[in-house]
């Protein structure tokens, strides 16, 4: 069963994440944060494809970034910590909608993964204007500017919920990214080395 679960992490999450999908779409009056929050849960889903399977290639980049060869197991076991992350990062927020702290984390993912998948085109060198999962990731951003604009327009939350939900969100963010660089043998505390000797390799 557990090699199972790591074999086909990506389509198990995929199957979770649709069912959410689904049971969400069956229930009326939705606030304004739980819908686009419905979409975000679909966009994550084309995400994880686009990054991970089709085209796919985006631990391929970071392999390279940290000279470190991953196996397709390790790969796909990474989809597992993932998973788990994307379906609390959408379920819990949905529940508790009227919660501004728990809406701007997955504002601050969001603005997170544009951010990356665009940087990563300079970090990497990538022959196109683009890196696996960059299309995906614009639309989480641009989901993530919506609900920001609405909790900002409407006057939803106080400063601190603009303040400790992206805390927040960095602080999960943090958490996954090193059981992620733990799996395939890296300390977390090493990743600033890598990204400034690749930044540097991009500059030359």
Known sequence: MCKFFKHYALEVYTVLALLFIVYAAMLDHLSFVQKWLV??????????????????????????????????????????????????????????HDVPLLTMTVVTFGLIE??????????????????????????????????????????VGSWSDYVFGPLLMFVCFAALQKTETLLVGIKYSDMPKYLKAQWNKSTD
Not at 39 to 63: C, M, N, Q
Request: proline fraction near 3%; include cysteine; charged fraction near 15%.
């Open 114 to 155: 544009g951010f990356v998948h665009t940087m990563g085109i300079r970090l990497f060198r990538t022959k196109h204007f683009y890196t696996p999962g960059m299309c995906t990731a614009w639309i989480e951003a641009a989901v993530s500017i919506v609900l920001l604009v609405y909790l900002v327009s409407h006057h």
């Open 39 to 96: 979409f975000d849960a679909l966009i994550f889903v084309f995400h994880e494809w686009e990054e991970g399977h089709y085209p796919g290639g985006f631990t391929d980049l970071i392999s390279k970034l940290i000279h470190v060869e991953v196996s397709e197991e390790t790969k796909r076991a990474s989809r597992i910590q993932a998973g788990i992350f994307l379906l609390l990062l959408t379920i819990v927020p949905f529940v508790y």
